[in-house]
């Protein structure tokens, strides 16, 4: 096990972390076609309920742990860090217990909430017993969270990556075994074959806890400081600094994920009030909420593994007062993460009938649900850099008023944009997507406006980048475009969508890649260290580029 340098183990979380999405979406190609729409609507309505409480009990405390353990790894104080990671440790197990009881003993209440007064579809018991299955997971994940956030803060990044692809490939094993046996092999429910499926959770998080504890067993001389100083912390500074830590990256991910859930009840209501079908509404929700986002985790994957390294580096240098290296690494991390979400946004979006073909079967809704959705993603995925970025400085008033504007915003605007876009002509559900893209963006403008206020952040490279992004991105389109006009595929065929996919990602992705690596950008966002080591890696130490 090794130290992990920041664009090291941003790559290296980031590659991980983008497997582990590929897995996430992988699977539901077979799982849609196990359950169905009816028990994807099942699904996402209780795993939707379920990310609400698995941020209130584990988002903050993993994240606010990386930071002290960094704070205090860098100062050298031994004690106060092993005395951190044990008091949290007892801090999430409190409230595990709190959020599990919570969700059990009031499935069936949540159920009602969901459903309302839609009739033909998923029963309110059907919803409860699904909150039930999943609910046990709470008392594990945020555990496993904690463990990750302590090796984090130590910079070694490769465990806890690698944790999550254990636990991804558990979960999926869990899900697509589990509901395949009920309701192919011995022909029961939907409802129980959709409770094992989110039972996967628990599983797959057991797994990964036990690697980490092993690897953490195994390497206890490398988790401790060189140079060991005195210190005066108490228990009840550190207790009172972990929650203070906690609160505004709590604050931040009960805040993302109650946007899933606010936009389904508002699609659910709406879309009933513009007297859509059942069906119709049950499914539309739950792509906008679940099925599309899971397609997009592709581009949300960049933000993620850029977060696990972010929040470790620039703690680091600003508590060595460091200004420099800290506006240079906000610049950058912005600068990558719309640099690499950008191509990914616009293939997805220009071949969003072909991918929803594949995930899920040709459907009048979904292509247009996920051509505009990868677009909130590409927003989410800036918003929540600019947030870590705003939590890393401490700046926990401004990540509260950025979160609460966006939430607000979306909240807000979410029934007057389905209206208007009915109004329109237009697809009513799409009104929600763009609902979601303003408040995202607001919240990010807002972020990094406060940061240019007070501290006197410059983001001239970061938009001369993301300025320059846009003529290779640009391009791509046009040429797939040409390309997709004059060549035909059948996308309602598997292989006919699949081929349309493999041909526009080669041709779009070498376009994107040459023009940025001609135009230097390629170079600007990674360096020219960081693109040899990633090309010897890929070419068996047989290419580099030169200076």
Not at 463 to 489: A, D, E, W, Y
């Amino acid at each position: 096990m090794k130290k992990n340098s920041f664009i090291e183990g941003t790559v290296i979380a980031t590659l991980i972390i983008v497997f582990v999405k590929i897995l996430g979406m992988l699977y539901v190609i077979p799982f849609y076609k196990i359950v169905g729409s009816d028990g994807g609507a099942l699904y996402s309505y209780a795993y939707n309920i379920y990310l609400i409480f698995l941020s209130i009990s584990s988002a903050g405390i993993p994240n606010a742990i990386a930071k002290i353990i960094s704070e205090y790894h860098t100062l050298g104080y031994e004690d106060a860090k092993n005395r951190a990671y044990s008091i949290a440790k007892r801090l999430i197990s409190f409230i595990s217990i709190v959020a599990f009881l919570f969700l059990f003993i009031m499935a069936e209440e949540i159920g009602r909430f969901i459903i309302g007064d839609l009739k033909g579809g998923n029963t309110y018991q059907d919803i409860a017993f699904v909150i039930r299955c999943v609910s046990p997971s709470v008392l594990v994940i945020p555990y496993l969270s904690v463990t990750k956030g302590y090796l984090q803060g130590h910079n070694y990044v490769s465990p806890s990556s690698l944790s999550q692809l254990i636990e991804q490939i558990v979960r999926i094993l869990t899900i697509l075994l589990g509901s395949y046996l009920v309701l192919k092999v011995f022909n029961g429910t939907l409802s129980l074959a959709i409770g094992i499926a989110v039972g996967g959770a628990f599983v797959g998080g057991l797994a990964a806890l036990i690697y980490l504890k092993v690897v953490m067993h195994k390497n206890k001389k490398l988790l401790q400081s060189e140079e060991k100083k005195k210190d005066k912390i108490t228990n009840k500074e550190i207790a009172k600094k972990i929650i203070i830590y906690s609160i505004p990256f709590i604050f931040i991910n009960v805040v993302t994920d109650v946007y899933n859930f606010v936009d389904q009840i508002l699609v659910l209501r709406t879309l009933e009030h513009l007297n859509f079908v059942t069906k119709d509404i049950e499914f539309i929700a739950s792509a906008i909420s679940t099925w599309s986002p899971k397609i997009c985790m592709i581009i949300n994957a960049m933000a993620m593994g850029m977060t696990v390294s972010l929040i470790p580096s620039i703690v680091s240098a600003f508590t060595k007062k460091d200004k420099v290296e800290v506006t240079d690494k906000i610049n950058r991390s912005i600068s990558m993460v719309f640099f690499i979400s950008l191509p990914l946004a616009l293939g997805l979006s220009i071949l969003s009938k072909s991918v929803w073909a594949i995930f899920y079967e040709y459907n009048a809704y979904g292509p247009f649900i996920l051509g505009l959705g990868v677009f909130s993603a590409l927003c989410a995925n800036v918003n929540m850099i600019v947030c870590t970025i705003c939590q890393s400085l401490s700046k926990y008033k401004h990540v509260y008023i950025q979160t609460l504007l966006g939430f607000l915003l979306n909240a807000l605007l979410d029934i007057p944009l389905m209206l208007l876009f009915d109004k329109l002509h237009l697809p009513a559900y799409l009104g929600s997507i763009a609902a979601s893209m303003i408040g995202f963006m607001s919240s990010a403008i807002y972020g990094m406006y406060m940061l240019h206020k007070e501290d006197h952040i410059k983001f001239r490279e970061m938009f001369r980048i993301v300025f320059k992004s846009l003529i290779p991105g640009l391009v791509m389109v046009l040429v797939l475009l040409v390309i997709n006009h004059f060549i035909t595929f059948n996308i309602i065929s598997f292989k006919g969508a699949l081929l349309k996919i493999i041909i526009d990602a080669i041709i779009g992705g070498v376009i994107y890649i040459g023009l940025s690596y001609k135009m230097h950008l390629l170079q600007d966002v990674l360096g020219i260290d960081m693109i040899n080591r990633i090309l010897k890696k890929l070419t068996f130490g047989k290419f580099a580029l030169k200076n």
